[in-house]
């Protein structure tokens, strides 16, 4: 962290011209809760930060036009506090909640979380059970609506350009809000990596799921959705033979590796344990 | 590197400091202002012995940089006892419970337990727990920490 400047614009229009300025060297923070760590072990060097927190628009949490907005800057501390998102998600207030400490979450940001796109990010699996949008400004009004399923493309790297910020999270109010479940292992309490975690949200008639979606994060190099075994759930009723089912299938779906935190075959037998759980919590009454 | 003027209030009192873009706003409370009660320890954000308040909220001013933070209020655990000395409820708790051994957590656990009972008059043991999350304390093993912010619940 030798050479660094510090640019705070207050609207977009200053971070589009800073950004112009700088020929797209620039690095865009907010909360910082992984930049500084980063910056000060030298995982990234950065000579400009252009500082997104003046941006007080991009902070909100509301309905519009049924569905949820959440602005890029609102803090995750705001997110597992807040009552809309309870109610209309329970699993990405449950998700917020589990978030590093009550410290961290006070300045880390939702944008910030899935724009650093670890596959541990614990924001993604939620959101991407919800269906969730990322909505993106960009220099010239090339601002698009990305499906967060088509969002992260590696460790670390997403679809953004390098002029391109989240605005914004989106995602429709769900039918059944509680018919969810998120569950988040990690090797303490609290301040975890997670070493698996499983997001389910399942529409149901009666027996029959006519809608499932299942995310997973820390066992592949993106945050994931489990595709075949959604289209297992969504095959007539869910009994102990399904549950059984999908959670073989789900292995066949990860690619975990084996890290400081836990090996990939403990990650592939876990993944399996927790998606059972969360199934079974689902039918036994979901998230509330 | 280019240096920036800040502006922001500490336990009430204003302050200009010339800073570099990347000072830390834990190493500016600490060395150019001598509010040495705020306590370095991982340097990385796990232990919470940098915990400050900015704007009423517990931040860890190890990852946030002092220009950052332009604008704002600061209370570090020097601003808490009255001016005239008088000790904050939550301090005075500490000193009857012996929940300090050897005090290198305490600015924050004292910290978080005021921020609690601010929000929360009457937190359960659980809920102290939970709030206390990114907080370590090495000596004490948490009991008698939490029977003291418990002890001053309406």
Redesign the interface.
């Known amino acids: 962290m030798d050479e660094m400047e510090h640019l705070n614009p207050k609207d977009l229009e200053e971070v589009f011209r800073a950004i112009k300025e700088t020929k797209g060297q620039a690095k865009f923070i907010a909360g910082c809760t992984n930049v500084i760590p980063n910056m000060r072990a030298g995982v990234i060097s950065p000579e400009l930060l252009i500082d997104l927190s003046g941006l007080e628009d991009l902070a909100h949490i509301r309905e519009e036009n049924g569905s949820i907005a959440i602005g890029a800057l609102t803090t995750i501390s705001e997110v597992a506090a807040s009552g809309l998102i309870r109610n209309q998600s329970p699993i990405l207030s449950s998700a917020a909640g589990s978030l590093g400490n009550p410290l961290t979450r006070n300045r880390a940001t939702i944008g910030g979380n899935l724009a650093d796109a670890s596959p541990a990010a614990d924001m993604a699996p939620p959101l991407l059970a919800m269906e969730a949008s990322v909505h993106t400004e960009r220099t010239g009004g090339r601002g698009r609506k990305i499906s967060l399923d088509k969002f992260f493309i590696g460790p670390h790297q997403t679809v953004l350009e390098d002029d391109e910020i989240i605005t914004q999270i989106t995602f429709s109010k769900p039918k059944d809000p509680a018919n969810g479940s998120y569950i988040k292992l990690g090797l303490r309490d609290s301040m975890a990596i997670s070493v698996a975690s499983v997001a389910v949200m399942l529409e149901m008639e009666g027996k029959v799921c006519r809608k499932g979606r299942v995310a997973l994060g820390s066992v592949a190099p993106t945050p994931i959705r489990a595709y075949h075994t959604e289209q297992r759930l969504e095959q007539g009723e869910i009994d102990g033979n399904t549950v059984e089912e999908c959670s073989a299938i789900v292995q066949k779906e990860i690619f975990p590796i084996s890290d400081i935190r836990a090996t990939d075959k403990y990650r592939n037998s876990i993944t399996s344990v927790l998606l059972k759980r969360a199934i079974l919590q689902v039918l036994d009454g979901g998230e509330r | 590197?280019?240096k920036?003027t800040v502006h922001f209030t500490v336990n009430g009192e204003p302050h200009e400091v010339l800073v570099?873009?990347?000072a830390?706003l834990i190493n500016v409370l600490r060395d150019e202002l001598g509010l040495t009660g705020t306590k370095y320890s991982c340097?990385?954000?796990?232990c919470?012995s940098c915990?400050v308040l900015v704007d009423g909220?517990?931040?860890?001013s190890?990852?946030?940089?002092a220009?950052?933070v332009?604008r704002t209020d600061i209370v570090t655990i020097e601003g808490l006892a009255e001016p005239d000395g008088t000790l904050d409820r939550v301090q005075e708790a500490f000193l009857d419970h012996g929940a300090i051994q050897c005090g290198f957590c305490t600015p924050a656990m004292v910290m978080?337990g005021r921020d609690l009972l601010n929000k929360n008059p009457n937190p359960s043991e659980s809920e102290i727990r939970?709030?206390?999350?990114?907080?370590l304390c090495r000596c004490t093993g948490y009991t008698s920490i939490v029977r003291a912010i418990r002890s001053c619940s309406k």
């Open positions: 590197m280019k920036k570099e873009s990347n830390l340097g990385t954000g796990e919470g915990t909220e517990p931040v860890l190890c990852l946030t940089l220009v950052a332009d978080m939970e709030h206390i999350k990114g907080t």
